[in-house]
């Protein structure tokens, strides 16, 4: 699986969990860091956790596993390290906060099209 079809799958299974405001950046040209940032909002710290969870436990399945876990504890902000890919699951007020879309404003999106394509496979 390609780093973009991951971030592509990760934001589907957001997606069936009823995430908020799901965005991809692509940062392969910008940074070492990663090749993706996956971006959405749950609604409270139980939709946080249950979004970081789903996400968690179906890249599983697929032989995929995390190579970090950080805020699962406080659900705030749950950041899940897939190396080429990073999720970024926020409560709304600390993603409004800490703004990463505006932070990589050079950071290609991946079109929305792609993202509801992909939803359809």
């Known amino acids: 699986m ?8 990760i934001a589907r299974l957001l997606d069936e969990k009823k995430a908020t405001d799901i965005k991809i950046l692509e940062l392969k040209d910008l940074t070492i ?5 996956v971006i959405c909002s749950g609604e ?13 436990q179906k ?6 596993r995390p190579l970090g876990i950080e805020g ?16 970024h699951i926020f409560l709304d007020e600390q993603r409004y906060y ?7 404003l050079d950071a290609p999106r991946v ?5 509801s394509e992909a939803k359809m496979k």
């Open 98 to 104: 800490y703004d990463l879309e505006r932070l990589w």
């Open 33 to 37: 860091i990663t090749d993706y940032f």
């Open 59 to 64: 890249m599983e399945e697929e032989g995929i």
């Open 111 to 115: 079109s929305y099209l792609e993202f």
């Open 44 to 56: 409270s710290t139980t939709q946080v956790k249950a979004l970081s969870e789903h996400v968690e």
């Open 72 to 87: 699962y504890i406080y659900a705030h902000w749950v950041l899940l390290d897939y190396g080429d890919v990073i999720v």
């Open 2 to 9: 390609t780093a973009k079809e991951k971030a592509l799958r």
